[in-house]
């Protein structure tokens, strides 16, 4: 397959195309992955569309498909052409999360001006990341106006999202009582904005009582130079009765005219790449400790180690040592 050709089409919008790059993307024979790094040379070179980012995050439940579902179908409307990708650090269970429930996005998933994938199946969240970050890359080049990257909130796989999308999007429940939910201070910090979800029927009041809650909560936080006045903020929302999410819509896009104008757009992409050379690095590194004979080799200098005839010290010189060699 010639790559130039398959950019070409991936920019004529071809969805086939884009499809068959993604898989590409989500291989990890030796020859694909050569293959996607020129592919995404070439995108990077001749495609100059711009998709926004949206990354949404919210526990089991919390209603983000729903979500994507109402909120992707209203982009819809409005003439954006929407991608959704996920990233599903137990993608391995059932093939993801967004195949397993294709029926909450029954109607989005047969738009033509949509496009639904779900998380690529790998065991390293690092793979996961990679991957979802060059199809985001395929999507924009593709043409897509935004691009959501959805992830269950477990773990490290939000601070991923986090640092490859423009916006953060954080979905919660509605608190029962006046128990607040165990949103780490570190989750918190990263969303531009905080949708409480089911603010309809019984739930209604709760979700009111939860979003104040998360107003004040956001309010103590550090100011980020990255914010306008009254961001991060906190709205309510019904994604099952499709109600507050045009007006969310409006809050991203808003934030996103003050980045763009403030440059605070263009540099959170700049240190997002930065961040991901630095990410590849070091799980180029960890890879070479990953080869079978150095596994070997370490198992043997460990015993070695243990049995105290060389030192700790001395012993992971030797290792570092043979990796240099082995380059
Ligand atoms: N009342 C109410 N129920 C909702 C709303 N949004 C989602 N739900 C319900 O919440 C349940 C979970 O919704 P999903 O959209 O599958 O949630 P999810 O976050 O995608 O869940 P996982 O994929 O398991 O992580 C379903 O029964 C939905 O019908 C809402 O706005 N209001
Ligand atoms: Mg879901």
């Known amino acids: 397959m010639d790559m130039t050709e398959l950019a070409r089409r991936i920019m004529a919008q071809d969805r086939r195309a884009l499809a068959r790059a993604i898989t590409l993307v989500e291989s990890s024979r030796a020859d694909h992955r050569a293959q996607t790094t020129a592919l995404i040379e070439i995108l990077r070179e001749t495609s100059d569309s711009q998709a926004l980012r949206v990354g949404l995050s919210g526990t089991p439940g919390v209603g983000k498909s729903t979500f994507i579902e109402s909120f992707g179908l209203m982009l819809l409307r409005e003439g954006l052409r929407v991608a959704v990708l996920a990233v599903d650090p137990s993608s391995a269970r059932s093939g993801g999360s967004i195949l397993g429930d294709k029926t909450r996005m029954e109607h989005l998933s047969r738009e033509p001006n949509a496009f639904i994938r779900p998380s690529p199946a790998q065991s390293h969240l690092g793979g996961v990341a990679r991957r979802t970050r060059e199809a985001v890359a395929l999507c924009e080049a593709a043409g897509f106006d935004v691009v959501l990257i959805e992830t269950v909130g477990v773990g490290q796989s939000e601070t991923v999202v986090a640092e490859m999308s423009d916006l953060f999007v954080l979905l919660l429940a509605p608190a029962g009582g006046d128990e607040l939910q165990g949103v780490k201070r570190g989750i918190m910090e990263m969303a531009d904005l905080i949708l409480v979800n089911k603010a309809d029927g019984d739930l209604k009041a709760a979700a009111q009582r939860t979003c104040a809650d998360y107003a004040g909560a956001l309010r103590l936080l550090r100011k980020r130079p990255q914010d306008p ?88 010189l030797e290792i570092l040592e043979k990796l240099r060699a082995n380059r």
């Open 229 to 316: 006045e009254g961001f991060p903020k906190a709205m309510t929302v019904s994604a099952l009765q499709v109600e507050g999410l045009e007006t969310a819509w409006s809050e991203m896009r808003a934030l996103t005219r003050w980045r763009r104008e403030t440059g605070h757009f263009a540099s959170r992409r700049a240190a997002q790449a930065e961040y991901w050379f630095g990410q590849e690095v070091r799980q180029g590194l960890l890879a070479q400790l990953d080869q079978p004979e150095v596994r070997a080799l370490m198992q043997d200098m460990g015993r070695e180690v243990a049995q105290g005839r060389v030192t700790p010290t001395a012993a992971a």
